[in-house]
């Protein structure tokens, strides 16, 4: 190969990662905190997009198309809540949400990404990671577990990651729940006084606070190296948790089921046949249905 051959192939991918960067990330700063949403609206709003969230696993498992949701914040942000309601409008069968904490021996002696290789869905399938491989340049970096030349090849390696998960056929929703140090406190109180909640509570929620700022800057830097066109970060302000919970799935709907038929899917004929053999139903309904078909 011509060294005039090779300076072109490297000035290519340069222009390739430059055009995964062509929208420009969110930051930390941008985000309203002050934006609220009633009981009323609240629960309208959650009934729409739990039916909507429904009616795209529906979808994906008739389409084959896989899901990844990757949950990142704050300490008491919202992101479990938000799990909750969203599991509500799905089935388990084919949702999987994988908690994520320190790795144990067999994965800390091999590549980090190994175990989210792993819990990756299989065709039809919607996998949430409550927390993520960004682990790797947010609580790795701040806490000094992995020499800065790792964390920073890191960047290049989770773009490259979510790149090939989007070739294969995957939607990636990438959610960053953002609250403020005070909101991120009064909900400690609250966990402390709540006997349900109290198990919620950690010296570590505590200690990670020292590093807010530390950590403010890792976040930042990892929006801006790592929101893509292919996987952009959406940053959720949720100092109000119904405000919150509904911009994340509104997020996840958004990004699910664009260019995707959410109209139920029609049986086949041989179905319809069985139907009208073994079902006392009006055979007006099933010609109808036998129509939608042809």
């Not at 930042?220 to 066109?229: F, V």
Request: charge should be positive.
């Amino acid at each position: 190969m011509s060294l005039h051959s090779g300076k072109s192939g490297r000035n290519a991918r340069r222009s390739d990662r430059r055009l995964e960067h062509m929208t420009r990330p969110p930051r930390l700063a941008d985000a309203d905190l002050s934006k609220r949403l009633g009981k009323a609206e609240y629960l309208e709003r959650l009934a729409v997009l739990q039916t909507q969230l429904s009616r795209v696993q529906q979808a994906f498992l008739f389409h084959g198309i896989k899901g990844v949701i990757v949950f990142e914040g704050w300490d008491a942000a919202g992101k479990g809540g938000t799990i909750r309601r969203i599991s509500q409008a799905l089935d388990p069968r084919s949702f999987k949400v994988w908690p994520i904490g320190a790795p144990r021996n067999y994965y800390l002696n091999r590549h980090y990404l190994l175990r989210f290789w792993e819990r990756l869905p299989p065709e039809g399938a919607i996998s949430a990671f409550d927390r993520s491989w960004y682990g790797r340049v947010l609580v790795e970096r701040v806490e000094n577990l992995t020499p800065e030349r790792r964390w920073r090849e890191a960047y290049r390696e989770i773009n490259d990651f979510e790149r090939m998960l989007v070739d294969d056929g995957a939607r990636i929703v990438k959610l960053f729940f953002h609250i403020s140090p005070e909101e991120q406190m009064a909900r400690f109180e609250e966990r402390l006084r709540n006997p349900m909640k109290r198990w919620k509570l950690t010296y570590e929620d505590f200690r990670n606070r020292e590093k807010w700022e530390q950590a403010e800057i890792a976040t930042d830097e990892m929006l801006a190296r790592t929101s893509t066109k292919v996987a952009p970060w959406n940053v959720i302000p949720s100092n109000n948790k119904k405000y919150g919970r509904i911009a994340a799935m509104k997020a996840v709907v958004k990004a699910f089921s664009r260019d995707v038929d959410l109209d139920p899917q029609h049986l086949d004929h041989r179905t319809l046949d069985e139907a009208s053999r073994h079902l006392d139903v009006d055979q007006n309904l099933i010609e109808s249905l036998r129509a939608r078909t042809e």
